[in-house]
């Protein structure tokens, strides 16, 4: 039995990914009604939004001393938002917390591809989908 289909059995949704230049997987999601375009990294904690672009979800933000840390960058300022709405091709969940933070630096990196992304779908999405990636077909399953 295929793996797709085992787990549709198991009331899994199936997203595909799109494997850029960078080597990193990328997805179209809603955040609040509102599509955009995301890297999937299973090394970030959290999922977040560029800062520039938390008007564009309709993100209530709040200030928090927490700060960010992240492969080649030092502290970087958060905000918080809680009880957002997120969906993923068919799998969807609310009251997720996103962190708005700078992602200048990202799309700056990706910029040479001609890409610029509105943030980062992390592990605390895995965890709560119960995360199954098939790197092969570029497939995520979430349930």
């Not at 502290?75 to 992602?103: A, T």
């Amino acid at each position: 039995m295929k793996l797709k289909k085992f787990l549709k059995a198991q009331d899994y949704k199936t997203i595909v990914l799109t494997t850029i230049p960078s080597g990193h997987h990328m997805l179209q999601a809603k955040l609040n009604g509102k599509k955009g375009l995301f890297i999937l990294d299973t090394g970030a904690s959290n999922t977040c939004v560029d800062e520039a672009k938390a008007q564009k979800f309709k993100l209530k933000t709040k200030d928090t001393e927490h700060k960010a840390t992240g492969a080649g960058t030092g502290e970087i300022d958060i905000q918080l938002s809680k009880k957002n709405k997120l969906r993923i091709g068919k799998w969807q969940s609310k009251k997720i917390p996103v962190v708005v933070m700078d992602l200048r630096h990202i799309n700056e990196a990706l910029s040479i591809f001609d890409l610029e992304i509105d943030g980062i779908i992390g592990a605390d999405i895995l965890h709560q989908g119960k995360g199954i990636i098939q790197y092969e077909k570029e497939l995520l399953f979430l349930k």
